[in-house]
């Protein structure tokens, strides 16, 4: 079964300083991996996603992602962190396979980003 | 263009009610799905549909909870009668399943109190 892990319930940063938030996946094939931000009491917003192709994807807001596929791991980045960026974020792998009927994402349990100035 | 629109955004009832969230999902978008979020539990899928027709639904939790799509439109997650642990904000989100590459596009959610 397909499965995310994000190790950190909290990652604390200066701001300007870089942060990773980190995530490794278990999937059987290919794996189809997401990132999503979470403001309070906000929906789940869509940052950036992997699919095939350069491991290196960019995003919104200036993160981007790094796949790593000897480590398992989707870390996500940004090079100078902002206050503005403090929200909960959430890795997740598509359930299914690319097309198919299992278009349903699982989430990791999130990791909570504090950016202080 | 509209996103996914979820009501009401805010459900404060006792237990023994019934509640009804609303869902309407973006205009095309043939994927629907309904999560759940607790702290405790995180993120739950609970259903979803395609084309209107339930996939999986193992996610339910139990007889209390059901959910329809009566059209590509719009769609209601129902739970009756309700309890106190059913408390969550509740997720509607939605995606075109045949060309897409998987990201779903999530409301603003319905926090549930149950008292």
């Known amino acids: 079964a397909q499965s995310v892990a994000q190790p950190e319930d909290q990652v604390n940063v200066a701001e300007g300083n870089p942060l990773t938030v980190k995530c490794t996946y278990s999937v059987s094939g290919n794996p189809y991996l997401f990132w999503y931000v979470q403001y309070p009491n906000r929906g789940l917003q869509f940052l950036l996603k992997?699919?095939?192709?350069?491991?290196l994807v960019k995003g919104s807001y200036g993160f981007e992602a790094e796949f790593n596929k000897s480590q398992t791991s989707f870390h996500l980045k940004k090079p100078s962190a902002l206050v503005s960026d403090s929200a909960l974020y959430f890795c997740a792998v598509r359930a299914g396979s690319y097309g198919g009927s299992q278009g349903n994402l699982i989430f990791g349990k999130g990791t909570k980003l504090s950016v202080k100035p | 263009d509209a996103g996914v629109i979820q009501s009401p955004r805010h459900e404060v009832t006792e237990m023994g009610q019934e509640v009804t969230l609303r869902c309407k999902p973006i205009s095309g978008h043939n994927s629907l799905f309904w999560y759940r979020q607790t702290m405790m539990r995180g993120l739950e899928l609970l259903i979803y549909?395609?084309?209107?027709?339930?996939?999986?639904d193992s996610g339910m939790p139990e007889d209390r909870f059901s959910a329809k799509m009566p059209n590509a439109s719009f769609s209601t997650l129902k739970i009756q009668p309700s309890e106190p642990r059913d408390s969550a904000v509740y997720f509607c989100?939605?995606?075109?399943?045949?060309?897409?590459?998987?990201?779903?596009?999530f409301g603003e959610g319905s926090r549930l109190t149950v008292l």
């Open positions: 992997y699919i095939t192709g350069d491991n």
């Open positions: 989100a939605s995606s075109f399943i045949a060309t897409n590459t998987g990201e779903l596009f």
């Open positions: 549909f395609n084309n209107n027709v339930p996939i999986d």
